[in-house]
């Protein structure tokens, strides 16, 4: 299993960017595909994006203009930056695994508001 801390949330205004990191603890950092998922006030849990081990990107379609996703396997941590944000980016972002099987870490707070 892995576990994760997820930080870098804050409470940013419209239009600005921000990197969140992801630090995963246990084995095979590096054999792994990992994912960034998002809970919005109100609303089920989702997921964002995907890197693979080969550091393939997938997005969903309401990341994949403004986020990218990136790891470094040298310090177990997967990033999400995202650009331009908007309100509808609040909520609480996530590391887990495509299907989100593992255990949640805390996550992350985002809040856009001007």
């Known amino acids: 299993q892995v576990q994760f801390v997820e930080s870098g949330g804050n409470l940013v205004q419209p239009g600005e960017s921000l990197t969140l990191s992801c630090a995963a603890s246990g084995d095979a950092f590096g054999s792994r595909d990992f994912s960034w998922w998002r809970q919005a006030p109100g609303k089920q849990r989702e997921r964002l994006a995907t890197i693979t081990r080969s550091f393939q990107h997938m997005y969903s379609e309401i990341a994949k203009v403004r986020f990218t996703i990136s790891r470094d396997n040298a310090r177990a941590t997967v990033y999400l930056r995202m650009n331009n944000v908007t309100s509808g980016d609040t909520g609480v972002y996530f590391c887990?695994?495509?299907?989100?099987?593992?255990?949640w870490g805390q996550g992350t707070q985002v809040t856009v508001a001007s």
């Open positions: 887990n695994n495509w299907s989100g099987t593992w255990p």
